[in-house]
């Protein structure tokens, strides 16, 4: 079969190549692989600057949908044809305090599909059976393949933020994670103003489509005096940074209300200049959040099938896989917003 591969450590080393077929162990499922998403860390596993332990040769992908090709020996609750996604912590310990807790997507030693074991950019896909999820019937195979970046803005909007109705959020950054958690604070009763750069202009009108009651160009607009007015100078009950960018979050802290809560869900990449004080002086209520664990995904899955949130209109592109170079080139120039590649 066809594969998207990273084939060495270092810059570019990512080839299409013919590999062979996969076939499930025991306790796993081989899926055919319907749609696949472009993620920001495909570029940077691309680029050879990624934070996580990868281990070429891989097939890379890890946000995908598709149906179930053939079970291993033990695995019961899975049948051929099943529709289905999957989560991407192939490998976790189990036995450190985050996995005993429930916290498996902060286990140190854990290894994912795409980056350390083979993914999804490829006719077929093998994944352990724990990890897969049933795509409800009402959710396509294009909307599936978002359940991962979903399952990843759930746990920081939902389950690391508490939200509640009238709280007003302001989330920065309107790529892919940022157009997603702004449908899922909606769906908590918030309001929510969505910032980002002149560069944005057409995510912020589809975050404008898709519920955000106030879009801001903070390169033609002070953020600032905005939020200061629309809550009498007391700043925004909640700010979630989903952009990853310094002068982003510089801005959030700034934003954000006394006691009010920040969530950190992008990634800079590098360390910054802050003025930390900030967090002290305000008494601010600040968390990460990285990547999702199963709650996550069962939250994501509902969201969908109940049309909460719509992750359909956030694809700009659906390219075959042979097409692969041409996706990431429109992916690292924002051309599109999320790119999905089709096995043929
Ligand atoms: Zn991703
Ligand atoms: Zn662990």
Request: charged content about 25%; glycine content about 10%.
């Amino acid at each position: 079969m066809k594969a998207v591969v990273k084939y060495a450590h270092g810059r570019g080393n990512v080839e299409l190549r013919d590999v062979p077929k996969p076939s499930p162990g025991p306790d796993e499922v081989m899926i055919e692989v319907k749609a696949a998403g472009i993620c920001g860390s495909d570029l940077h596993i691309f680029d050879g600057d990624i934070k996580l332990p990868i281990r070429p040769p891989v097939i890379i992908g890890h946000e995908f949908s598709g149906i179930i090709a053939e079970v291993g020996s033990s695995v019961t609750k899975w049948q051929p044809g099943d529709r289905v996604t999957s989560e991407t912590s192939a490998y976790v310990c189990g036995e450190c305090l985050q996995c005993r807790t429930g916290n498996y997507n902060v286990c140190a030693e854990k290894r994912l599909i795409g980056y350390w074991f083979d993914g999804a950019f490829a006719k077929y896909c093998v994944v352990p059976s724990r990890l897969v999820h049933k795509l409800p019937d009402n959710v396509s195979f294009l909307s599936g393949a978002l359940c991962e970046p979903l399952a990843c803005c759930v746990n920081g909007v939902i389950e690391k933020t508490r939200i509640k109705p009238g709280d007003l959020v302001v989330i920065t950054g309107p790529g892919p994670i940022g157009l997603l958690s702004l449908q899922i604070a909606k769906a908590q009763g918030a309001s929510v103003v969505l910032c980002g750069l002149s560069r944005d202009r057409k995510r912020l009108e589809l975050g404008k489509n898709l519920g955000a009651d106030l879009t801001i160009n903070v390169d033609e607009e002070d953020p600032l005096r905005i939020i200061s007015k629309m809550t009498d100078n007391a700043g925004s009950d909640v700010c979630i940074d989903c952009s990853g960018s310094p002068n982003a979050i510089r801005m959030g802290l700034q934003l954000v209300r006394r006691g009010g809560q920040y969530t950190q869900i992008g990634l800079t990449g590098r360390p910054f200049d802050l003025d930390f004080d900030l967090i002290a002086y305000k008494e601010l209520i600040v968390r990460g959040s990285l990547g999702q664990r199963w709650t996550s995904w069962r939250i994501a899955l509902k969201m969908l099938s109940e049309g909460l949130v719509k992750s359909e209109p956030l694809i700009s592109d659906v390219l075959p896989l042979s097409k692969w170079e041409t996706g990431f080139q429109k992916a690292r120039s924002k051309e599109g917003i999320k790119i999905i590649l089709r096995p043929e």
